[in-house]
Nanobody, 122 residues
Framework: QVQLTESGGGMVQAGGSLRLSCAAA????????MGWFRQAPGKAREFVGDINWKGDSTAYTDSVKGRFTISRDNAKSMLYLQMNSLEPEDSAIYYC???????????????WGQGTQVTVSS
């Protein structure tokens, strides 16, 4: 069993940067693909990006490509989301999540953290 805890959220001005962290406690973190999702009030959960178990392959939704970077450190059981050039539309609760198999579908991310709030002011 793996438990996930996000941190690093806060309030920043448009154009600023923020790095989110996700700490994994428990076994088998290195076996999981890991993803970042976000949800704004009144909107559906949105896939942001993910990274494979080895950390050598990433994918991002179009709206964050070139601005966000996902990385992981399996030795430390940590996942990161570096966010640059932040925009007000990036404001949301950000969640990290883990996936065991068939991770091309976001529905298969079954292990979730509690989320961290990101607010970007104009």
């Amino acid at each position: 069993q793996v438990q996930l805890t996000e941190s690093g959220g806060g309030m920043v001005q448009a154009g600023g940067s923020l790095r989110l962290s996700c700490a994994a406690a428990g076994r088998n973190f290195e076996a999981l693909a890991m993803g970042w999702f976000r949800q704004a009030p009144g909107k559906a959960r949105e896939f942001v990006g993910d990274i494979n178990w080895k950390g050598d392959s990433t994918a991002y939704t179009d709206s964050v490509k070139g601005r966000f970077t996902i990385s992981r450190d399996n030795a430390k059981s940590m996942l990161y989301l570096q966010m640059n050039s932040l925009e007000p539309e990036d404001s949301a609760i950000y969640y990290c999540a883990g996936c065991v198999a068939y991770c091309e579908s976001s529905n298969n991310y079954k292990i979730w953290g509690q989320g961290t709030q990101v607010t970007v002011s104009s």
